[in-house]
Every structure is written in structure tokens, then in C-alpha cells.
């Protein structure tokens, strides 16, 4: 369980970003191509993306977010990983709409993934 402050950065926008605190628990995927961390803005359309191109050197891990369709979105994201946190930033075109934005990500691992009752929890 990691609990992930998260902010969306637009371009020339960024005093105006708000963090948002996220309980996630990671786990592995089945899934080869299934994205490894997650995007958190709300809004956003990677949900049936893929991850491609992953790569990893002494702590840091970074792949493309590929989307389907002509026009689609797709980012990159690279994360620096520690023990027991992680900080990334994605940075996503958002298809034929042509904008840009950066999604910035700090966290740090809050204990294993069987949350308190009320707590809110996204499972990926």
C-alpha cells in the first residue's frame, strides 16, 4: 500500500496545480503490457493503454503509455525508485487535441495492501 500525492502540471499553469493524496495498492500484473504505475488524473485515457519500451538503470524506471487508434493519446513516465517510495512524472500528449501536460508523483509505502475500513483504496 502507498499512499501517492499526485498533481497534474499544465503548461505555464503550474502555481495553479493541486495535489491530490491517493491510497494505491501495487501488485503484479498478469498482463505483459498492462501499465506498471498508475496515471491518477481524473479524466484521463490511459485506462485501455499499454506500457511499452520499459527499461530500468540504478533506480530508475521509465516506459511510453501507448494508446490505440489514429490521433490517441500517449506519454512517457519515468520514476525514481527507492526503498519503500517512488517519485515520477508522466508526461502525456493528449492525442489529436495536441496538449500537453505533466503529471508529477510522490509516494511512500504506508504498510501492506489490506486497507482500514473507510479508507480509500484503488487496487491496479
Known amino acids: 500500500m502507498y499512499e501517492v500525492t499526485s498533481r497534474l502540471e499544465l503548461p505555464h499553469l503550474?502555481?495553479?496545480?493541486?495535489d491530490?493524496?491517493?491510497?494505491?495498492?501495487?501488485?503484479?500484473?498478469?498482463?505483459?503490457?498492462?501499465?506498471?504505475?498508475?496515471?491518477?488524473?481524473?479524466?484521463?485515457?490511459?485506462?485501455?493503454?499499454s506500457a511499452a519500451n520499459l527499461t530500468t538503470d540504478n533506480g530508475t524506471f521509465q516506459y511510453d503509455i501507448v494508446c490505440p487508434g489514429r490521433d490517441a493519446a500517449k506519454a512517457h513516465a519515468i520514476y525514481e525508485l527507492g526503498p519503500d517510495k517512488f517519485t515520477g512524472r508522466i508526461a502525456m500528449v493528449m492525442g489529436a487535441k495536441n496538449m500537453t501536460m505533466t503529471e508529477v508523483q510522490r509516494a511512500k509505502r504506508v504498510g501492506g495492501c489490506q486497507p482500514a475500513l473507510g479508507s480509500p483504496v484503488t487496487r491496479f
Do not use: Q, Y
Not at 493524496?21 to 501499465?35: G, Q, V
Open 14 to 18: 503550474e502555481r495553479w496545480a493541486i
Open 20 to 49: 491530490k493524496k491517493t491510497r494505491i495498492c501495487l501488485f503484479s500484473h498478469e498482463e505483459n503490457d498492462a501499465i506498471p504505475l498508475p496515471v491518477l488524473s481524473g479524466n484521463n485515457p490511459f485506462a485501455k493503454c
